[in-house]
């Protein structure tokens, strides 16, 4: 897991510099007038999410994890709640592969590590690594938008 400025993203060891430029550029881009879908960037090795929410409570928070994919998320407007959380004890609740890149687990609140992502951040989460997204902060607004860039861990 990495969480930093968006600026800093192509720093970091292993990203290819023209995936950084793809997902910077993308994020510059996008605004509170963008449309909520999927977006192609490189065929099946990078695509975005634009995503619109309600913050959730903490207590409603289900623990992702991904096999082929890193997620990359990048808040648009606001701030938001994400918890690290390893999952090597978590109980499993529903396993969508090979139909989708998705587990799901149960959150443990005791081993979850609390994230603040605002804009002009980002979280970078590895494939395995447990992460509950989408999470109600004290400076959340009523409705959310993020960026979740998905990129093949493949390219590494």
Same mark, same amino acid.
């Given at each position: 897991?990495?969480?930093?400025?968006?600026?800093?993203?192509k720093?970091?060891?292993?990203?290819?510099? #023209?995936?950084?430029?793809?997902?910077? #550029?993308?994020?510059?881009?996008?605004?509170?007038?963008?449309?909520?879908?999927?977006?192609?960037?490189?065929?099946?090795?990078?695509?975005?999410?634009?995503?619109?929410?309600?913050?959730?409570?903490?207590?409603?928070?289900?623990?992702?994890?991904?096999?082929r994919?890193?997620?990359?998320?990048?808040?648009?407007?606001?701030?938001?709640?994400?918890?690290?959380?390893?999952?090597?004890?978590?109980?499993?609740?529903?396993?969508?592969?090979?139909?989708?890149?998705?587990?799901?687990?149960?959150?443990?609140?005791?081993?979850?590590?609390?994230?603040?992502?605002?804009? #002009?951040?980002?979280?970078?989460?590895?494939?395995?690594?447990?992460?509950?997204?989408?999470?109600?902060?004290?400076?959340?607004?009523?409705?959310?938008?993020?960026?979740?860039f998905?990129?093949?861990?493949?390219?590494?």
């Amino acid at each position: 897991m990495i969480i930093d400025k968006l600026t800093n993203l192509k720093k970091y060891a292993g990203l290819n510099p #023209g995936i950084a430029e793809i997902i910077t #550029g993308f994020a510059a881009q996008v605004n509170a007038a963008t449309q909520i879908k999927k977006y192609i960037l490189d065929e099946d090795r990078v695509f975005a999410l634009v995503q619109e929410y309600a913050p959730r409570e903490f207590d409603a928070a289900k623990v992702e994890i991904h096999r082929r994919y890193i997620d990359i998320h990048v808040p648009v407007c606001g701030e938001e709640l994400i918890c690290y959380c390893p999952i090597d004890n978590l109980e499993l609740i529903e396993d969508f592969t090979p139909k989708s890149d998705d587990l799901l687990y149960k959150l443990d609140p005791q081993s979850a590590i609390k994230l603040v992502v605002s804009q #002009g951040s980002f979280v970078w989460f590895n494939p395995e690594e447990g992460h509950a997204p989408c999470l109600k902060s004290y400076a959340s607004p009523a409705m959310s938008r993020k960026i979740v860039f998905k990129v093949d861990a493949a390219l590494f």
